[in-house]
Structure formats: structure tokens, C-alpha cells
């Protein structure tokens, strides 16, 4: 099968030239002006904007958390990230305390094995790190390709390690090549603050908010910073939302310390006026939730100042239905919401459209920093010679209206809905072949591949 793009404007992190691109097989054979060849097939893409597939670094498909599952399967939820432009996810696997890594990994196999329709990898999340665990970390690095492993600093009693297991896991997790990346917040403190807000009758979503101040997340990313120099261990901080939290990151940059860190699509372009609409609100009930607007302008001047280095979604959608579980207790909503089929078009719209970042800093942050910090590149994230042929034809004039009649991803609501975006995604190349054409999906249930990822340098 060989597929030639012609005309395109192709914008990788670095570049942005004319040329056109031929795809034999799953990647691309070669990138020229005027290519003569004779593909069997040919799209004109004069006028778009040709660029490396999406890569969402935090997704959860299919994920037993707080009494329910997350409405998207890995089939629907790949589907709809690979119409929003995504071709490749990276989803979590949750180890069960007192169990092992394995009966986690079999689990998440049996789910996403055969039916994911775009490519994906997994991190493993530890929340319990003990001898038994210790010894799994290095077969989950050398055999099964996942070098990433989750912790959670909140969460207790399901999910939350202490900072002794914290510390032992950085240190085995650094011997065999890997990265520790957290959910950053204070879980004592916020414990205490919904126990008390409930105790005063206080239980709309408003509360979730009020419960998460901040504070709980700059110090427990300051605390976590602090280990990660103490160990060496190369870190990640996953969806970081506020100043305080940043600061952290920022101080750890005087000493020399790299830390990675991720923002989400939500906290560049919503904010907690959201937590004001009664139980409407449950539909942005996420953890961390949504800031202030001077959060925001943090976050967006992090992306240029090379603070921030992804842009994710933390996907984790429920069924209004299942956001009703919490009307008479904030803290029983499920927490997360939908955006893995909105991110790349919203980061263009109201990143690249609003001038508050460049073209190439958008395939940065959306594509080829995912694949350097994790272990892909330049297999993924870029358009090079060599590399899988994931690739996107964007229109960067076309406006589109976002709305739950008319998105792909398996829940009942929008957290966009109504908003107008300029730019959309046209086709979708995976591995070679049209993924997306015409609003259609044209590969099937099971298409998605595993990709095994390589060990990281935490130096990018
Ligand atoms: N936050 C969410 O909002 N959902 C899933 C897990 C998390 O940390
Ligand atoms: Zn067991
Ligand atoms: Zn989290
Ligand atoms: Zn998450």
C-alpha cells in the first residue's frame, strides 16, 4: 500500500515547509517537493496543515475507579480520540493493593487486547509498593515495554502510596530505566476538608472544589520534586494546574533538576466559575479541579517558557447517570471528564489560533514531547523519514461547533459544549493507513497496536 500527500504545509516541533510526503507501507518512505511516484492513492492537501498524529500521554478507558467504571471502552475511546486527531493513547493500568502488577497488566490486557482501533501503550500505576512489586518493576521495563509507573499521593485507602513507598519506588524504578509520574495532590489534606466540609452539610460539587485549595497541590509537587532529586530518578508530574504547583517545578530548575510536566486541555481553557451551576457542575467534577483564570496565564506562559511539556486530557468520562451517583454527596460524583476526541482541536483553536502559541510549539506539546518523554521517538511524534506514517491533514480555517450530539466518545454530555473552534481535523493517517476521512472511521474495532516503549533518559 503506498499513499501520497501532496501539496501540505508539514509542521513538525522544529519545522514548517511545503512539500509532499509518500507513505509506503506503515511509514514514511520519503518527503520532497514535487514527488513523483505512483502511489495507488493521492490526497491533495493544498491549503491544510500536515502534522504528526496526536499522542494523549493520560487517558482512562475502561477504569474501575470510585464504585463504577469510565464509560469509554478502549474500542470508542481510541475511535473518538482518532476523529479528534489522536492516534495514540497511553492509558493506566491500576494495580489492586495487596495484588500484583501482573494481575493488573492481565486485567487491562483482556479489555484492550483485540479491541482498540487506535495504537496505545500503558503506564502501570503502583499503590503498593512492597518486595513482591520491587522485583515486577524491572519485567514491566525490559519485557512488557512499560516504563512509565504511576503513583498517587491522594486517594487513600485505594490508590495513595506514603512517602517511604515513594521513595523505594523512585529508587528501584531509576535502577531499571524508568520514570515515576504522580497525581500531585495533598491526600491527607483533602481528606480533611471533605470530611469537614460534609460535616457541615456542605455536599454540592461546589465542594469538591473547595475541598482541592491549591495548596494541596503545590506542596505535595514541591515534596515530590524534592524526592525525585534526593533518588535521581527521572519524574513527571501529571496534570499540573495551578502557579503554586509550578513554582515547585520552576524552584527545581535553579538546582538544575529536570521534572516533567503535563498540563490538561481543561486547565488551559476552563476555569472554577464552572463549580457555580449547582449539580449542573458535576459534569467538571475532576481532581485536580479547574483553577483561576491567573492559573491559566501560568499555564499558558509555562508552555512557552518550557516548564510545561505536554498538553493531555486525563480522559475519564461518565454518563450523566453516573455523575448522579454524588447528588447528595460531592464526594461520590466520579471524578474525571471527556476530552480525548477535543484536545487537539481546542489546543489549536485556543492555542495556536489565539496566538498564545506557535505552530510548532503545538506539535510540541500535543505529539513529539509525548513520544520523547516516554520512550516513542522518532518512531512516534514526528514526520520523518522512517517514522510511522501517523499523520493529520488539519484545516486551519474550517470553524466547527463542539456538542455531545455530535462527538464520538461513549457519554451523554459535553464538558464543551456550544463552543466554536477554528480548525479541524480532516483525515487522520495511522500507521500508514486512512483512519479518518470524510467524518468517517475507516479502521477497524482491534486495529490499534500495543507499542512497546523504550527505556527514558529524563532528559529531553
Ligand atoms: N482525576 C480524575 O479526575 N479522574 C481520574 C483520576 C484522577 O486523578
Ligand atoms: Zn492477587
Ligand atoms: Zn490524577
Ligand atoms: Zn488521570
Redo the contacts with the bound molecule.
Keep these: 500500500m503506498s499513499l501520497l500527500i501532496k501539496n501540505g504545509r508539514i509542521i513538525t516541533a522544529t519545522d514548517d515547509y511545503l512539500a509532499d510526503i509518500l507513505v509506503e507501507g506503515e511509514q514514511v518512505a520519503a518527503i520532497g517537493k514535487d514527488l513523483i511516484a505512483d502511489a495507488e492513492q493521492t490526497i491533495d492537501a493544498t491549503g491544510m496543515l500536515v502534522m504528526p498524529g496526536g499522542i494523549d500521554p493520560h487517558v482512562h478507558l475502561d477504569m474501575p475507579f470510585m464504585g463504577t467504571f469510565s464509560s469509554d471502552t478502549h474500542e470508542t475511546g481510541t475511535r473518538a480520540a482518532l476523529f479528534g486527531g489522536t492516534t495514540m493513547v497511553i492509558d493506566f493500568v491500576l494495580q489492586?493493593q495487596?495484588?500484583?502488577l501482573r494481575?493488573a497488566l492481565d486485567e487491562w490486557n483482556s479489555r484492550a487486547r483485540g479491541t482498540t482501533v487506535g495504537d496505545y501503550s500503558f503506564h502501570m500505576a503502583v499503590t503498593d509498593f512492597n518486595p513482591g512489586t520491587k522485583a515486577e518493576i524491572k519485567t514491566m521495563v525490559e519485557e512488557e515495554g512499560i516504563t512509565s509507573f504511576k503513583t498517587f499521593m491522594a486517594y487513600k485507602g485505594a490508590l495513595m502510596i506514603d512517602d517511604r513507598q515513594m521513595t523505594a519506588l523512585m529508587q528501584e524504578v531509576k535502577q531499571q530505566g524508568g520514570m515515576v509520574t504522580v497525581h500531585a495532590t495533598n491526600g491527607d489534606v483533602i481528606d480533611y476538608l471533605v470530611a469537614k466540609h460534609l460535616a457541615e452539610g456542605k455536599t454540592s460539587p461546589l465542594y469538591h472544589y473547595l475541598s482541592q485549595p491549591e495548596v494541596t497541590e503545590a506542596e505535595a509537587s514541591a515534596r515530590f520534586t524534592d524526592l525525585a532529586n534526593y533518588t535521581g530518578c527521572p519524574a513527571y508530574i501529571v496534570h499540573l494546574t495551578c502557579e503554586g504547583a509550578l513554582n515547585a517545578v520552576r524552584n527545581a530548575t535553579r538546582r538544575n533538576q529536570k521534572v516533567y510536566v503535563e498540563t490538561c486541555i481543561q486547565y488551559l481553557t476552563l476555569d472554577a466559575s464552572k463549580y457555580d451551576k449547582g449539580f449542573e457542575s458535576a459534569k467538571w467534577v475532576m481532581s485536580p479541579p479547574l483553577r483561576e483564570l491567573k492559573d491559566q496565564e501560568t499555564l499558558w506562559a509555562g508552555i512557552n517558557q518550557g516548564l510545561v511539556n505536554i498538553v493531555a486530557t486525563d480522559h475519564c468520562p461518565f454518563m450523566w447517570k453516573q455523575k448522579m451517583m454524588g447528588e447528595d454527596n460531592f464526594a461520590k460524583i466520579p471524578n474525571g471528564h471527556p476530552a480525548i476526541e477535543n484536545r487537539m482541536e481546542l489546543l489549536f483553536s485556543e492555542g495556536v489560533k489565539k496566538n498564545r502559541i506557535t505552530l510548532n510549539k503545538y506539535v510540541e506539546v500535543a505529539c513529539t514531547n509525548p513520544a520523547k518523554i516516554f520512550g516513542m521517538f522518532p518512531r512516534k511524534g514526528t514526520i520523518a523519514i522512517g517514522s510511522d506514517a501517523d499523520i493529520i491533514i488539519l484545516d486551519p480555517e474550517q470553524k466547527h461547533t463542539i456538542s455531545a450530539a455530535t462527538h464520538h466518545m461513549n457519554v451523554d454530555y459535553s464538558a464543551y459544549e456550544g463552543w466554536e473552534l477554528t480548525g479541524k481535523v480532516k483525515t487522520v493517517l495511522l500507521r500508514g493507513r486512512i483512519a479518518i476521512d470524510n467524518n468517517e472511521c475507516l479502521v477497524p474495532k482491534g486495529y490499534g497496536q500495543f507499542i512497546k516503549r523504550n527505556k527514558v533518559s529524563g532528559k529531553i
Design positions: 489492586k495487596g495484588h500484583s494481575e
